[in-house]
Each structure stands twice: as C-alpha cells, then as structure tokens.
C-alpha cells in the first residue's frame, strides 16, 4: 500500500508541474500539393500520428503552411478553406475527417476500420506498415497473418488492463488465467499447458526491438502510452527465434518526441458488483534535454484491481485484491543525421493478496481455503537502442536488452481432512540479449534483412512446502546459450508477385542442475543435462496481388524450442527440444481502413513434433515431460463493415481443431481417454504402476484428445461510432461482445476439466474537447459468473472443483488530460 501510495503522489506531482506547460510551438514547413503529402511532413515534422479517414481527401490540393505553429494551429491554417476538419483521438494523436455539409448541424468523423491491421498514420494513406517483419514491409505485400491495434482501436481504460485487453480484442489470442504476472499466452491454438515451468513460452513478447522473456510467463505490461501493437500468427522462427511457436507480440511504446514539451494524465475509479472498489492513475512527461537533438520521456503509474472472492472458511471478503504498480523511462538521442540512441528502463511490481480462483461446488464466487495463496511479480527491463538510417533505404539496428524478473507463488496444499499446507515457489529469470541486422528497403515490399543474435536465460526454480516448518523441495536450474545468424529477402517475381525466402541457424548450449536434491542425483544431471543442439528453420512464403484491395498470400514457416531438465516425483528427468511447422493460406482484401467493406481470411495447418508441456505429478507438484506429437488446423477470419459515416462493425472468429496425434509411451498415462473413472470411489488409476489420482464424485472429464487451452471456437463482435459534434467535441461510444468457447484445462485425467464456454461484454464511451475528456465504461454487462480458468491450486484440484471467473459487472468513470 505504501508504494502504491509513493505511485500516486510522484503521479500528483507530475501532472501539477506539466499543467503550466502549454503545447509548444515548432517550426513548420509543408509543401503545397496534395493533403496526403503534407500530413506525412508535418507528423514527422511535429513527431505526431496523422491519420485521414477518407481518400479522397488525401488527394485534395492544399497550399503551403511555414511558420511557427502548435500541431493545432499548423492544421487550422492547412484545412482552412477546404472541405477537411481534423479531431484529437489520443495523446499525439490527430484524424482528418471530412467536415460535414450544411446546414447539418454535426460534423461526422470516419474513423479507420481495424481489420488485420489500422493505417500507421506516419505513413501515407493506404501504407500499414508491419515492424514485426524487422524491415519496413507494407501489410499488402506481407505474406502472412498479423494484425496491428493502436490504443484508440481498445476500449477506453484499457491502458490499465494490461496483455488481458489484446486477448479481448483479438480472438486468437488466449492465455492462462493464474492472476496478472503468471499468465501464459497461446497465439494461433499452439498451446502447451496451462502451468508455469521450465518450458520456453510459445509466444515471443517484444517491447519495441527488445525482447521481454523467455521461459517466464507474460509479465502483463500495462498499456500507458503505447503507440501500436503488432500480434504476428507463427510460428515466427526465421526472424524471431526459438519461442515463437505460436507467433509474436510485439509492443510499440510512444518515442520521446525531441524538441517538444508534453504531458499527460489520467484518473479513474470502479465500482464492482459483490466486490471491492478499484483505481487507476497515470502520468507522462516528455522533456527536451538538448534543444531537438535529445529528449527524455517517462511514465509512471498506479493500479488497484478490487477483490471479488470470499473465503468463507476464514470469514473474509473480498479476498484477491492485486496492487500493480510501475513507470518506464525512456531517452532519445539524435547525435548526427540519420543516427538515433534510445535508452530506456522499464519496471512493474504486481503484488495480490491472494488468488482468485472460486470453488464451482459453493456459491458464487466463495471458495474455503485455510491459507492466503498470495503471489507476486517483480519485472525490470534495461534496453539500449542503435539505429542508422541512409537515405538509400538501408538501415542498422543494434539491440541489446537485459531482463531480470521474480515470481513468488504460494499454493494451497492442505490434504483432505489434513492440517493446513502451504507450497511455495519461486521463479528467477535472468534474461540478455542482443541482435544487430542490417537491411534494405525497396518499393512493394522488396528488400531483405540480415542478422547476428545471442541470447543467454538463467531459470531457477526453487520449491518448499509444510503445514509449520518448511521443507524444501527439489528445484531445478536450467541455462540456455543461443547464438543465431538469420536471414530474409523478399524478391518480385512479377509486377504482381513476389517471392519471400529465409532461414535461421541457431546454435544453442543447454546446462541444468538439480537444487536441493541427493547428491547422488546431483551428479547423475549433471552428466545428463549438458548438451548442445543446432537447429535450421527455413521460410518460403508467396504474395500476389490480384487486385488493387485484394492479396493472396502462402507461407510455410517452422519454430522451436530448446530443451532442459525438470523434477517429477520429486525425481530429475530431462526433456528434449521441440519444433513446429505450419503452412498458411490466405486472402487480404482492403487494409488501408478506409474501404467501405474490408475482409483477412487464413487458414493454417500445424505439424507440432515433441510437445514440451509444465505438468503436475501423481503428488500434485509441477513438472515438465515430452508428451507426444499434435496437429491443429486453424481458421482465422476478420470482417469490418462501415454502413455510415464514422460508424464501424466489425467481427471475428477463430476456430481450431487440435489433436494429441501421437502421445508418448511414458505421458500414456496423462491422456484421460486411456484412464478408467470409477465414480463410486473417487479414483482415476492408469496403465502406468502406481499411478492413482483420487478424484471428486462430480468431476467433469473432457474426454478428449485437444490440446489444452485450445477452444474450438472464440469470437468477437463490435461496433464502434465516432463523431464531432457542434462546439468541437469529440464522442466516441463502443461497445462489444466477445465468446470464448468451451477448452479443458489440460491432459490427464486430473487436469481434463472442462473450462471457457462464456460470453463477456462490454460498453464505453468517451466525450473530450482539445486535451481534455470523461470516459465511462461498463464491462461483463450481465455480471456473468463464467469459467476462465479451471484451476487455482494443482493440489486441491483432485478434490474439489476450482473455476475462475469473471469479474463481475464493473462501473469505471474517469477522466484525462494532456497538454
């Protein structure tokens, strides 16, 4: 509560020295000819994202504007005159809009329709531009899946929400729901587990060009002051690496601005049905340092998430309260033309008083358990940024990036009928990086990219447990040195089709140990655990054009991950490495949002061999196996209407099919459909010797051969309206409903619960005038119960029914200013 508090008043403290900051004036030079060219001078003049809702309007003659201007005032004096207006939608934020024709009273705004990507408004309109191609590819001439959100296209307040609003956004994107800090995201279906262990994640996080883990779960960033966010679908290995299975998502923070004075600040409280209150807080600041040659920008903020459990069984409310709070601050450089520096920190402590888990067989949101199961995340990010820019369209980029994260759990272990239990676990990842590429930028998407990595990641493990004294438990220590040359060019085959090869070869050095455990089992993993791997992953995609809208695109791709050592039964094994390859078909039509109809469609089959997988042991405690090979075919399809102006509907869905294809002799056992239920004793027993699981009488078993945490079917459906009215105030309502389908929690007879198959919902609006505005919002309109996450503790599971639900129905008012 303490930091939380210092959170606030640091927050305070920036908000009240920026007020008497007005926006600064700059010089501004924007040539005559069409709107379109001079919105892209004056953002990158003024450092500002300049979108233009209508194509027309890009093409429209405006004269010369030189002077000395705020953005405001540059924009009043180039639209005067024409039939053009312009809105604020965010921090460094505009929008042209035609301006309505009177005598109507409104002006209508149009606002660009997200499909599998937004117009980067830096560029000029009909240009997306997909960073995560690590050179400046437009999306019509990628060959692949991605999709592109800027932060006006989340709903209002979702800064404070976290990677949670992207999986609400975006339906191929899932995750586990263990609490923020420990949760695991699936992209695409790839999904392994539902547990946090040695395993490398399946999804690479990246915030700008530095990556943000390894084998940790998702750190859950909060979202301030966030410019775009990328979600490639994988596997992504030939550019990205080991871990990207399932694909990448990669977070763009908003750049100092040289030369310029900015701020920002929000304020924003909730109200919970059945639960406790909840804020939000934030500031921004953005300094110039050295006239326009280096700035410094920086973030800081507060979060209480209110508590909606009860523990009947200690006699209080609102149990899992969760207090996160953090900043990032960021240095930019420009010591000589086309040379950019950017250094910059980043750091989030989340801290919750317990999980939020509920026992499905009590009443609503009311669990029994004699412990607080308490869990935290400490996360820091050091980073250090080169670019080199020629006017020839050939770039460097030198990144290197150091990561050290702390994760404390705690777990009810108390036996039926036995004195209460506490497991504790603690995770220590250390995390350095570095990649250096040079590429080149032609026309259409032409170029290619060439590149250097190493990486080295440090996990440790350590484990205890008792009723009063605690024990300590066998631990593991797993180390991972990679060193990587990569490579990717993309060549025109005709004027309408090109042609994108690549591969990767990656040599990696993997060492683990064993803590706390015999000595003689010590020296038995050493001899088993030092190995060395090489592994290639080719790339060969294809992308035609075959209309001005319209791009059909194959790929085929492949990924992996490294192996290591874990504990099973309180024994040491070793895992081998696994890999994947998926071959992509798909269509693109639009994709500059500003067509009346825009459409992505793409269908993937997926080749997994080896599946590494966090599991629990016949003693409820967490392990790693290799448990066979899968398959999964996929759907993704995204669809945006625009039936009038500055109104947009849009929906999407994703259906999967997967399958454990071939499971391994050794996880045989895991596999519930080869187990035999006795419902008269509570017993589940397998082939394997000694093997029990007791289980509740009314326990639910997915008898299935899908892979865990893979829904058959997630959808979304949304609208959104944005318009201008009389006296220059902006309006923007929203809303949406998202269904998340029904998927088991994992493999096995104890973890094949069934989850998901819920309907979320949420409604918004926001009304401002220059830099300053209210929002309201209303999430899980129906206050829905739910079921997103069939697990709290993995040693109370076999006897007693654990589901995770929903927040109940949540009021949030706020308000924001910027200047």
């Known amino acids: 509560m303490r930091n939380a508090e210092r959170a606030l008043i640091a927050i305070a403290l920036v908000a009240s020295a920026s007020a008497a900051q007005a926006e600064t004036r700059r010089p ?18 003024a450092g500002i994202s300049i979108g233009v809702s209508d194509p027309r309007l890009a093409s429209m003659p405006v004269r010369r504007v030189r002077g000395q201007f705020t953005v405001r005032q540059a ?3 180039l639209l005067d005159g024409t039939e053009a207006g312009f809105v604020s939608i965010g921090a460094d934020s505009w929008r042209i809009v035609r301006r309505s024709p009177p005598p109507q009273p409104l002006r209508v705004a149009q606002r660009p329709m997200l ?17 995560g191609s690590k050179r400046a590819t437009p ?19 979702a800064e404070g929400v976290g990677t949670e609003a992207i999986a609400q956004r975006l339906p191929g994107v899932g995750s586990t729901h263990f609490g923020p800090g420990r949760n695991k995201l699936f992209i695409r279906g790839i999904a392994d587990s539902s547990f946090n262990g040695p395993t490398q994640a399946t999804v690479g996080q990246y915030l700008g060009e530095t990556r943000l883990n390894y084998n940790a779960p998702d750190p859950d960033l909060r979202l301030y002051d966030i410019a775009t966010i990328e979600v490639l679908q994988g596997p992504q290995g030939t550019l990205h690496g080991a871990g990207s299975l399932g694909g990448v998502l990669r977070i763009l923070p908003v750049a100092p601005r040289l030369g310029e004075t900015q701020a920002s600040a929000a304020l924003s409280a909730a109200a919970t049905a059945h639960g406790a209150p909840s804020y939000d807080a934030n500031a921004m600041i953005n300094l110039p340092v050295a006239g326009d040659h280096v700035a410094v920008r920086a973030v800081g903020y507060a979060v209480r998430d209110g508590g909606y459990i009860d523990d009947t069984l200690r006699d209080l409310k609102d149990v899992n309260r969760t207090d996160t709070y953090g900043g990032r601050i960021s240095l930019r450089a420009e010591p000589a033309p086309g040379w950019t520096i950017d250094i910059g920190g980043t750091y989030q402590s989340i801290r919750a008083r317990d999980s939020q888990y509920a026992n499905r067989d009590l009443r609503d949101l009311v669990k029994e358990s004699p412990v607080a199961q308490a869990f935290g995340n400490d996360y820091a990010l050091g980073q250090f940024v080169v670019r080199k820019q020629w006017d020839s369209g050939l770039s460097f980029v030198s990144a290197t990036g150091v990561v050290r994260q702390d994760i404390d759990e705690t777990y009810d272990a108390t036996p039926e009928s036995g004195p209460p239990t506490l497991f504790r676990q603690n995770s220590r990842i250390s995390l350095l990086s570095n990649e250096n590429r040079l590429s080149y930028d032609m026309d259409g998407g032409l170029g290619w990219v060439v590149g250097t990595s190493v990486v080295r990641n440090d996990y440790r493990l350590s484990r205890s447990s008792g009723a009063g004294m605690f024990s300590s438990e066998v631990g593991v220590f797993n180390r991972v ?7 990717e060019v993309t060549l025109a085959v005709t004027p309408s089709l090109s042609v994108t090869g690549g591969g990767r070869l990656t040599h990696a050095r993997l060492s683990g140990d064993a803590l706390d455990a015999p000595q003689f089992e010590q020296a038995d993993v050493r001899m088993q655990a030092k190995r060395s791997e090489t592994t290639i992953l080719p790339s060969l995609a294809f992308s035609y054009r075959a209309a001005p809208d319209l791009t059909v695109f194959a790929r085929y791709q492949e990924g992996f991950r490294p192996g290591g050592i874990a504990v099973r039964n309180n024994f040491v094994q070793r895992y081998r490495n696994d890999d994947v390859a998926t071959a992509e078909l798909g269509l693109r039509y639009g994709g500059t949002g500003t067509g009346d109809v825009n459409l992505a469609l793409s269908v993937a089959h997926t080749r997994w061999r080896d599946i590494q997988a966090d599991l629990v ?25 625009r039936p009038l102006p500055g109104l947009l509907i849009e929906a999407s869905g994703v259906y999967a099919d997967s399958k454990l294809t071939d499971p391994f002799t050794s996880a045989v056992v895991l596999r519930s459909s080869l187990v035999a239920y006795d419902g008269g004793t509570g017993v589940v027993s397998g082939p394997g010797p000694g093997v029990i699981f007791p289980l509740p009488a009314t326990a639910v078993i997915a008898e299935s051969d899908d892979l865990p945490n893979v829904a058959r079917f997630n959808g979304r459906i949304g609208a959104d309206y944005t318009t201008v009215l009389a006296g220059g105030y902006d309006l923007r309502v929203s809303g949406w409903a998202r269904y998340v389908g029904r998927s088991r929690l994992g493999i096995g007879p104890v973890l094949g619960v069934s989850q998901g198959n819920y309907l979320d919902t949420a409604l918004s609006a926001r009304i401002g005038r220059g830099g300053y505005g209210l929002f309201l919002s209303a999430t899980n309109l129906f206050d829905s ?13 076999p006897h007693e029914r654990q589901i995770t639900p929903l927040r109940p129905r949540t009021l949030r008012i706020g308000m924001d200013i910027r200047f």
Do not use: C, H
């Open 617 to 641: 042991d016949s003693t409820g405690l967490p392990s790693t196996n290799n448990i066979g090979d899968g398959r999964i075919w996929s759907v993704d399809a995204t669809i945006g209407w």
């Open 139 to 157: 999306l019509s001439a990628y060959p692949g899946s991605v999709s592109v959100l800027r932060m006006d296209d989340l709903p209002v307040g």
């Open 75 to 77: 924009l009043q004096k």
């Open 115 to 131: 499909q599998p990507a937004v117009m980067m408004a830096e560029e000029p309109p009909g240009d997306i531009i997909v960073t």
């Open 28 to 45: 501004v030079d924007l040539p005559a000819g069409s709107l379109g060219g001079a919105v892209v001078a004056l953002g990158r003049q």
């Open 481 to 487: 040195d990679e060193a990587t040359l990569f490579g």
């Open 785 to 797: 119960i739910g079921n997103r996450f069939a697990l709290g503790s993995p040693f109370t599971l």
